[in-house]
């Protein structure tokens, strides 16, 4: 069954500090994963976006990873700041041409000054 | 270039009732996907239009239906409204632009806020 699992489920953080986001999914084959941020009430906007021949990808203070062979990424938020309060989710593409997105639950960040 | 725009932003309905809600893709883009995210969960899949046909379905009920426009755009219709249906309703869309997007990359609409009574 293809699963993408996040975690953790919810976290807090300071101001200023970093933390690290996981996503594990057993989507196979799979053409791309992305990470997204939510915003309350909002749609998703795209962070990254990674093929499973790329192993890094950043935007910003954000930094993604990715083991195709253990199929495990992760999130990194540098210098975190109040805006970065929002639920990040991870998505897996099924294969081109499959059109099948499988989406985790997400994990809800709250930075606090 | 306008983004994915979604109407109506917030939507107030009762039971038994229908509603239909509008989503215009991103420019260029030829496919859409609709999705239902209820409070502190992930987005579900309702369905996707291409072509102005149905393509993949999620599980959800025939009281959801939908339909594409030949100008991509895309309703999504809900009927016999239940309080269950209360969510954030996603709408994405997804195409090749200049021949340089990948077909698979979505982006998503700020969504429409639909509560049921």
């Known amino acids: 069954k293809n699963q993408v699992e996040q975690s953790p489920q919810s976290l807090i953080i300071l101001e200023g500090k970093n933390c690290t986001l996981q996503c594990n999914y057993t989507v196979s084959p799979f053409s791309n994963l992305r990470w997204y941020k939510q915003d309350t009430g909002r749609g998703p906007v795209s962070l990254t976006i990674m093929t499973f021949s790329e192993n890094t990808k950043s935007n910003g203070r954000y930094t993604a990873t990715l083991d195709a062979d253990t199929k495990q990424s992760s999130l990194h938020i540098t210098a975190s700041q109040l805006s970065d309060s929002a639920s990040y989710i991870c998505?897996?593409?099924?294969?081109?041409?499959?059109?099948?997105?499988?989406f985790g639950t997400g994990t809800r960040l709250k930075v606090l000054a | 270039d306008a983004g994915v725009t979604q109407s109506p932003t917030h939507l107030i309905k009762t039971r038994g009732q229908q509603v239909t809600l509008r989503c215009s893709p991103k420019?260029?883009?030829?496919?859409v996907s609709w999705y239902q995210q209820a409070l502190g969960q992930g987005p579900q899949f309702i369905f996707q239009y291409y072509e102005e046909e149905e393509r993949q379905r999620g599980n959800f009920p025939d009281r959801f239906s939908g339909h594409q426009f030949p100008n991509y755009s895309s309703e999504l219709n809900v009927n016999a409204l239940l309080l269950g249906d209360s969510a954030l309703y996603l709408c994405a869309s997804s195409g090749v632009v200049e021949g340089r997007e990948a077909k698979n990359i979505q982006y998503f609409g700020a969504g429409t806020r639909l509560s049921v009574l």
């Open positions: 998505v897996v593409s099924g294969p081109s041409g499959t059109y099948k997105y499988i």
């Open positions: 420019s260029g883009h030829d496919t």
